[in-house]
């Protein structure tokens, strides 16, 4: 297995590893002589073209396939975040697996800066404590990462696909777990999955729905845009959003796609406000940026004392692309809080949507 380096040209330094420190256990934090939140990774190493998007810290090996990683959130980020600032957004969780994954691949298996890796799965869950476990401090949030690997398939010395599977804690405490499936694509590869030189211009983002109505402040946060179809909406890929579209993309991100589903759940919730303390997700094919998509939610049927959860589809031409379930728990605001006054979609009233007047959409594929 390749030693664990930062491929970076401007100085690469290595993580120590199992038999270099005084061997900390998972809850015990990093290793003597080793601040794991000393500064982030290289942003190459997570796919990130903006440096305050890294939340990713410090790494170092614990086994062959085992690794212990450091991870740093924002006090406040400026996209993922609850009403009221009381609590850590949960999807902050997917999006730390993702760049686990990703850095893994990268550092502990030699997988080459310009190979693509797709997201076949991605999900998360709170811990025991609940969102309690990701209440917001004065400071930013330092977690550990214990990261196992699974499946891991290799070809000619080269990584193909593997499973993380990993635990989080804060202060030497759970607070919630993931797992994702990553499979890894040379350039060649991906040019022939995705057609030679694939430049796509994405057409102008259909109007959005009412923020308050998915548990957003602004406008420009909308991913869904309302249709004359029950319980369904378009997906608004706006290219230009600065966290969504961190850098250029030829497809949806599943990142987008995670949070179409969690606002769709809300707009089934509304007006109660919500969280996704739960979220898993299933990425079938890439979703074009050139074409409609559209996004379908229902309710499950609530488990004995439980909440429902809400089932989520992603459609384009007419196949399944993405499927997530959600589950949701309330959410509050500060006490005393005024109420968000109910209105109705910016498409109530209009005429319907081409192909989606008085028609059913189809089933999964």
Do not use: K, N
Request: proline share 12%; with cysteine.
């Amino acid at each position: 297995m390749p030693s664990i380096v930062e491929p970076d040209p401007h100085g690469p330094y290595p993580h120590p590893g199992p038999g270099d420190a005084d061997g900390p256990g998972f809850h015990d934090g990093p290793a003597t002589g080793y601040d794991f939140h000393d500064r982030t990774v290289s942003r190459h190493l997570v796919h990130r073209a903006s440096v305050s998007e890294v939340f990713l810290t410090g790494w170092q090996a614990t086994g062959p396939y085992d690794f212990l990683l450091g991870a740093q959130w924002p006090r406040l980020h400026g996209f993922y975040r609850l009403p009221g600032d009381r609590y850590h957004d949960p999807v902050l969780l997917a999006e730390t697996i993702r760049q686990a994954g990703l850095l893994i691949g990268h550092a502990g298996f030699g997988v080459p800066r310009g190979h693509q890796f797709v997201m076949e799965d991605l999900s998360y869950a709170l811990g025991e404590p609940g969102l309690p476990g990701l209440a917001v401090t004065p400071g930013p949030v330092s977690l550990m990462l214990g990261v196992g690997c699974e499946d891991v398939r290799m070809r000619h010395g080269g990584l193909v696909s593997l499973r993380v599977r990993i635990e989080v804690t804060r202060e030497g405490r759970p607070i919630g777990h993931g797992t994702g499936q990553l499979r890894v694509l040379s350039p060649a590869s991906y040019a022939r999955l995705r057609g030679p030189a694939r430049r796509v211009v994405p057409p102008r983002p259909p109007a959005p729905a009412a923020p308050e109505l998915v548990g957003r402040a602004q406008p420009a946060d909308v991913v869904l845009s309302p249709t004359l179809a029950p319980d369904t909406w378009l997906l608004r890929a706006d290219v230009t959003h600065p966290v969504l579209f961190d850098h250029e993309l030829d497809h949806v991100p599943g990142m987008l796609v995670l949070e179409a589903a969690r606002q769709a759940a809300q707009r089934l919730c509304y007006p109660e406000p919500v969280v996704p303390v739960e979220l898993v997700t299933s990425f079938g094919r890439y979703i074009e940026l050139d074409r409609p998509c559209f996004v379908r939610a229902a309710t499950e049927p609530a488990a004995t004392g439980g909440r429902p959860a809400v089932l989520v589809q992603l459609l384009q031409d007419g196949r399944t692309a993405a499927e997530c379930r959600v589950l949701t728990e309330p959410v509050h605001g500060p006490a005393g809080e005024p109420g968000v006054p109910a209105r109705r979609d910016a498409y109530d009233g209009r005429p319907a949507t081409p192909g989606l007047g008085g028609t059913r959409l189809p089933l999964a594929s």
